[in-house]
């Protein structure tokens, strides 16, 4: 069974940590005690994401890293160990959208999305995993989304779809790794304030989905849902109960969610 990580002089590893959930989670970690890695694409950001924890007094170290490449992730890997000598967390956080009609939204837009927000765990696991299960111990977090349990947006099918990759992968590694020592927490959040609108790239005007608006939090809530997840072990965190009824009224009669989700639109 699972052996439950303390923040507390733990090193942990957050990707796209230089803005919004991962900054927040970077931040969060740091005042309990963890030493962190923050990388992200944008140097600056991790750099000055590093900064504010070493300003509060904690460790910290900054990597540029794109999560779309294996090498770079194994050069974070390296970093890591170089500096600090253990990895006990690693928190796969980037999440890019594409957005137009399902009929148009081409290619491209769907293989950015496919190698940014499921490859990347994809190459995570490679480059992370045989490590943590040499050590019999670790815990994984992957950032997925409310969107990755419910598919309101048909605007944005890529992201949904990849989402809900995420949390089938993340699911399924949770039943392989804790039996050997490794937690895993499945990030869903709803709605939080970032700076998650510069990821967006849009093909046309796809119309919006009627979707449920559910309360927007701060990235700071979800920063120590997260760290409270991993020293607890728990695998599923959402920001929002709402979509826990929600998936229950879906489970219990899935035509009738749908029907009551396009009645509106159709009518
Ligand atoms: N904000 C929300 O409402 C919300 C809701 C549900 C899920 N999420 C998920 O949370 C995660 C974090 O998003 P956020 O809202 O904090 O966004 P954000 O834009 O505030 O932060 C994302 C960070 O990722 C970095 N980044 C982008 N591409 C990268 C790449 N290829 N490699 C490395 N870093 C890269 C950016 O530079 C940025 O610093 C995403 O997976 C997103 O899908 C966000």
Known sequence: MTGFVTLEGSVAIISGAGSGIGRAS?????????????????????EAVAAEITDGGGKSLSVQCDVGSLAALEHVRECALGE???????????????????????????????????????RSNL???????????????NTASASGLLAHGYDRLPYVATKHAVVGLTESLALYLRPRGIGVTCLCPSGVITNIVE??????EPGTPRSPQYPVVEATVVGDLV???????????????????????????????IDSLTSSETS
């Not at 956080?93 to 990347?120: F, K, Q, Y």
Request: proline share 3%.
């Open 199 to 204: 990821q967006i790239t849009s093909y046309g």
């Open 127 to 141: 480059t992370f995993l045989p490590l943590l299960l040499s050590q019999g111990g670790g815990h994984i977090v």
């Open 26 to 46: 970077a931040l969060s970690f740091a005042r309990r005690g963890a030493r962190v890695v923050v990388t992200d694409l944008d140097i600056d950001r991790a």
């Open 227 to 257: 760290a409270d997840a991993i020293e607890n072990g728990r695998f599923l965190v959402i920001t929002a109960s709402q979509v826990h009824d929600e998936l229950l009224e879906r489970a219990h009669d899935m035509d009738a969610y």
């Open 84 to 122: 600090f000598g253990r990895i006990d967390i690693v928190m796969n956080n980037v999440g890019v959208i594409a957005m137009g009609a399902p009929e148009t939204l081409p290619l491209e837009g769907w293989e950015r999305v496919i190698d940014i927000n499921l490859l990347s765990v994809v």
